[in-house]
Nanobody, 108 residues
C-alpha cells in the first residue's frame, strides 16, 4: 500500500519552475495536515512547506483527489534535492512511511 507518491520533479534551469504533486492514501491524508520535505545532497531531510502555512511557496490541497501540490518558482541550484511529502511534523508525530521522493535538479 503506497502511502505517499511524489511526482513532478526533473531537471530545470535556474529561474525555472516546477510543480510537484503528492498523491496520498486516504488513511494518511484525511484529517491531517500535510507538508513537503526536501533532502539536499549531504544534508538531512527538512520540512520546507506546509499546506496551511505556505512555507514561502504556493501549495494547494485537493481533498477530493487526495492530492496536494507544491509550486516552485525562481528555482536556484541550492534547491536541488529529493523532495518528499508526508504529514506535517510540526503538528503530527505519527508520520507515514516515506515514499521514494522526486528528484529536483536545478542546473544550467
Amino acid at each position: 500500500q503506497v502511502q505517499f507518491a511524489e511526482s513532478g520533479g526533473g531537471l530545470v534551469q535556474p529561474g525555472g519552475s516546477l510543480k510537484l504533486s503528492c498523491v496520498v492514501s486516504p488513511r494518511m491524508f484525511k484529517g491531517y495536515h500535510m507538508g513537503w520535505y526536501r533532502q539536499p545532497p549531504g544534508k538531512q531531510r527538512e520540512l520546507v512547506a506546509r499546506i496551511s502555512g505556505g512555507g514561502g511557496v504556493t501549495d494547494y490541497a485537493d481533498n477530493t483527489k487526495n492530492t496536494f501540490t507544491l509550486q516552485m518558482n525562481s528555482l536556484k541550484p541550492e534547491d536541488t534535492a529529493v523532495y518528499y511529502c508526508n504529514r506535517d511534523e510540526r503538528i503530527h508525530t505519527d508520520l507515514g512511511s516515506w515514499g521514494q521522493g522526486t528528484q529536483v535538479t536545478v542546473s544550467s
